[in-house]
């Protein structure tokens, strides 16, 4: 079920201040991969403070890196269910975890971070992990 | 740290790894945990030798990406816990003992027209040919005619019993495939499963119970014989 609308807002905000689109609708999350040019990364945001906690200001921080991809994309676990299942489905062999990442470059996933490996760790330390895969990929 | 609930232990709110006396492995979110019991939600199970993964495979494997959850709540004995641990860390292990671990002797030259992916990971080959899958790919090439251009395409496609299968095939290079060049024939890669293959070593092995190439990937499970050993 999900959470009322005014508790979330502000973890949605916290996103879409940094300048990451989210996207609501599964339409939208099509749109949005149907660009295969350069690289794109989707978050799946989440209410969970014990790890969206630390993956919010984590994926703001690594955008402030000098590669980076090209388009930034949310989408919100348990809230906008159409839009994270369709997300989940370029993904569709790894399972599901909320917070996430993924990363794509030219539509093929090339990083994911799972949840477990943002629970418990710092912003600086999942932001160093995001960084690391742009440099790689971006 | 990471929880705000503080009526809860300190593991709330992890994954974490659930280790037992018996043949049985938990993976689970921790909702809390005391003296008598641990409690999981989202979380899976294995035992040991289970579709062929012993537990350390099956954790192996988690800590890559994840477990399908299959139960919501699990509560377990506290009397059967040998130890609890975070799944984060067991990935952060694996990687730092992967990276530790000595170059293979074929070391394969990554070509210069490789993709920037590839070019990224610097000395260190995407995945590795053993001297005998070397000679056993370019005796199945030659036999099929050796056509120009005709390498080795190693994949991943999602289904088989541990979640994934291997798809190894002859064919020649796609655009953006990543290029792992050996003396005799290249390797391709399309990038997608450069994810899940990173670190593999294939190995063709001759054996009583008959000959294959035999996968060995850090980042999966390589005792299931659905997907892992391909007969040829």
Same mark, same amino acid.
């Given at each position: 079920?999900?959470?009322?609308?005014?508790?979330?807002?502000?973890?949605?905000?916290?996103?879409?201040?940094?300048?990451?689109?989210?996207? @609501?609708?599964?339409?939208?999350?099509? @749109?949005?991969?149907?660009?295969?040019?350069?690289?794109?990364?989707?978050?799946?945001?989440?209410?969970?403070?014990?790890?969206?906690?630390?993956?919010?200001?984590?994926?703001?921080?690594?955008?402030?890196?000098?590669?980076?991809? $090209?388009?930034?994309?949310? $989408?919100?676990?348990?809230?906008?269910?159409?839009?994270?299942?369709?997300?989940?489905?370029?993904?569709?062999?790894?399972?599901?975890?909320?917070?996430?990442?993924?990363?794509?470059?030219?539509?093929?996933?090339?990083?994911?971070?799972?949840?477990?490996?943002?629970?418990?760790?710092?912003?600086?330390?999942?932001?160093?992990?995001?960084?690391?895969?742009?440099?790689?990929?971006? | 740290?990471?929880?705000?609930?503080?009526?809860?232990?300190?593991?709330?709110?992890?994954?974490?790894?659930?280790?037992?006396?018996?043949?049985?492995?938990?993976?689970?979110?921790?909702?809390?945990?005391?003296?008598?019991?641990?409690?999981?939600?989202?979380?899976?199970?294995?035992?040991?030798?289970?579709?062929?993964?012993?537990?350390?495979?099956?954790?192996?494997?988690?800590?890559?990406?994840?477990?399908?959850?299959?139960?919501?709540?699990?509560?377990?004995?506290?009397?059967?816990?040998?130890?609890?641990?975070?799944?984060?860390?067991?990935?952060?292990?694996?990687? @730092?003992?992967?990276?530790?671990?000595?170059?293979?002797?074929?070391?394969?030259?990554?070509?210069?027209?490789?993709?920037?992916?590839?070019?990224?990971?610097?000395?260190?080959?995407?995945?590795?040919?053993?001297?005998?899958?070397?000679?056993?790919?370019?005796?199945?090439?030659?036999?099929?005619?050796?056509?120009?251009? $005709?390498?080795?395409?190693?994949?991943?496609?999602?289904?088989?019993?541990?979640?994934?299968?291997?798809?190894?095939?002859?064919?020649?290079?796609?655009?953006?495939?990543?290029?792992?060049?050996?003396?005799?024939?290249?390797?391709?890669?399309?990038?997608?499963?450069?994810?899940?293959?990173?670190?593999?070593?294939?190995?063709?092995?001759?054996?009583?119970?008959?000959?294959?190439?035999?996968?060995?990937?850090?980042?999966?499970?390589?005792?299931?014989?659905?997907?892992?050993?391909?007969?040829?």
């Amino acid at each position: 079920m999900p959470y009322p609308e005014a508790l979330v807002a502000p973890m949605r905000a916290e996103l879409t201040s940094a300048g990451i689109t989210e996207l @609501k609708t599964a339409v939208e999350v099509d @749109k949005f991969m149907a660009d295969k040019s350069g690289t794109a990364m989707i978050i799946v945001n989440s209410v969970c403070g014990c790890a969206a906690g630390g993956a919010r200001p984590g994926v703001k921080l690594s955008l402030q890196h000098g590669k980076k991809p $090209v388009r930034v994309a949310t $989408v919100f676990a348990g809230q906008d269910t159409e839009a994270v299942a369709k997300a989940r489905s370029y993904f569709a062999d790894i399972p599901p975890s909320s917070p996430c990442v993924a990363l794509f470059k030219e539509g093929e996933l090339v990083h994911f971070t799972p949840r477990h490996m943002i629970e418990g760790r710092d912003p600086k330390s999942i932001a160093a992990e995001l960084v690391k895969a742009f440099d790689e990929n971006c | 740290m990471g929880t705000f609930h503080d009526n809860k232990s300190a593991l709330h709110g992890i994954t974490v790894v659930v280790d037992t006396k018996g043949p049985k492995v938990y993976v689970g979110r921790c909702d809390d945990e005391d003296q008598e019991k641990v409690i999981l939600v989202d979380a899976d199970i294995h035992e040991d030798g289970a579709n062929g993964k012993s537990k350390a495979d099956y954790v192996k494997r988690a800590a890559k990406f994840g477990v399908w959850k299959k139960y919501d709540h699990l509560v377990i004995p506290r009397g059967d816990v040998t130890s609890i641990t975070r799944l984060g860390d067991v990935h952060e292990i694996a990687v @730092k003992a992967e990276a530790a671990k000595p170059a293979p002797v074929a070391v394969p030259v990554v070509e210069a027209a490789a993709s920037k992916a590839a070019a990224a990971l610097g000395d260190k080959p995407i995945v590795s040919l053993t001297e005998n899958a070397q000679v056993e790919v370019k005796r199945l090439i030659v036999e099929q005619g050796d056509k120009p251009g $005709v390498g080795l395409r190693l994949g991943v496609k999602g289904g088989g019993c541990s979640g994934f299968s291997y798809k190894l095939e002859f064919d020649v290079k796609k655009d953006g495939d990543v290029v792992v060049a050996y003396p005799q024939f290249n390797v391709y890669l399309d990038r997608k499963s450069t994810v899940y293959l990173r670190g593999i070593s294939l190995d063709f092995q001759k054996g009583l119970s008959g000959k294959g190439f035999v996968f060995s990937n850090p980042n999966a499970t390589n005792t299931c014989g659905c997907g892992e050993s391909f007969s040829v």
